[in-house]
């Protein structure tokens, strides 16, 4: 049960998190997390957050200490060497901010680096913050390569701690067995303490999944309005969905085999959605890697941007 919006609750774990401000409205509904760091196939989490906030108004709430989160020799940040000293410092940042949609409703977003370390802790702060801002919904954002084509709508994967929050949504998996990230324990804790939260995986398509692909983006911040009731700038994201779509397909259209993939890929999703079967892993034989076409994507976009500066 959250707790009423006017009790005031202390901070139990200051040494892990420090509230800034207070939002503005004292009871606020919806807290969205996304991290980096895991599986964000298309930089999807990153591009639909980055939209956000370049779009939408907001102010830091929290910042978490992660110093004590990150493992800094598994991912190094990157610094900058200016001849014979040391410049700059890209400074990770795990943060809590208070957005405010296009109608002025205001909602919460956790997002940052993904911890490393102490994975309870972090969940049982997630919990703490939830409940001293009596958020009623949680919902996590995320992106996973799959075997699925660029030219068919994009799907995702829906999951939540009760199935009435994603009642009409497909089962696109069975049971399975996979490696945990840190954003899937908190929605686990914050289910078993109660509380209701829910998350977006969109499929991206393996062979654009090292590339930045907005159109992921856009699918993932589509279902989060959807269901949390936010009015977000989702078709904004739109004219560079249709930019990198084109492209794509000028690079595809030149390879013959490039194109045969992609119609296996179609004839395959088409018989996935209309039958409603679970979908195929990348390691099944029938389905090509797509490496090829991702390698050849990867050069292309390149030579459009031009040299690299430096």
């Not at 890209?90 to 949609?101: F, G, I, M, S, T």
């Not at 370390?117 to 009596?134: P, S, T």
């Not at 076409?293 to 690299?308: C, K, M, R, V």
């Amino acid at each position: 049960m959250n707790l009423p919006a006017c009790r005031v609750i202390p901070a139990v774990d200051a040494e892990l998190y420090r509230i800034e401000t207070e939002p503005s409205n004292r009871a606020v509904r919806v807290l969205v997390h996304a991290f980096t760091g895991f599986v964000d196939a298309g930089q999807a989490g990153h591009l639909a957050v980055a939209h956000l906030l370049t779009n939408l108004e907001h102010r830091v709430v929290a910042t978490f200490d992660v110093d004590q989160l990150m493992d800094y020799r598994s991912r190094r940040p990157a610094m900058i060497f200016d001849e014979d000293r040391w410049a700059g410092y890209e400074q990770p940042n795990l943060v809590l901010y208070e957005v405010r949609d296009c109608a002025g409703t205001a909602f919460l977003l956790l997002t940052g680096p993904e911890p490393d370390l102490q994975w309870e802790r972090f969940a049982d702060a997630v919990r703490e913050l939830i409940e001293r801002f009596g958020v009623k919904l949680t919902v996590g954002l995320g992106a996973v390569p799959m075997a699925v084509p660029h030219t068919r709508p994009a799907t995702v994967t829906a999951h939540a701690t009760r199935r009435e929050l994603i009642s009409g949504y497909q089962r696109w998996f069975n049971t399975m067995q996979i490696p945990g990230h840190a954003g899937a324990l908190v929605e686990f804790r914050l289910g078993e303490a109660g509380h209701d939260a829910m998350g977006f995986v969109v499929h991206v398509p393996h062979y654009l999944a090292r590339i930045e692909y907005p159109e992921s983006a856009r699918g993932l911040l589509e279902h989060l309005a959807r269901n949390s009731g936010l009015n977000l700038p989702v078709e904004a994201l739109r004219p560079a969905a249709q930019r990198a779509l084109a492209e794509v397909n000028e690079q595809i259209a030149r390879s013959p085999e490039s194109m045969s993939v992609v119609a296996s890929l179609e004839a395959q999703f088409d018989a996935v959605t209309s039958d409603r079967r679970p979908l195929p892993s990348l390691d099944a034989g029938s389905i090509p890697t797509g490496d090829e076409i991702a390698a050849e994507l990867e050069q292309f976009l390149a030579e459009q941007d031009g040299p690299a500066e430096g």
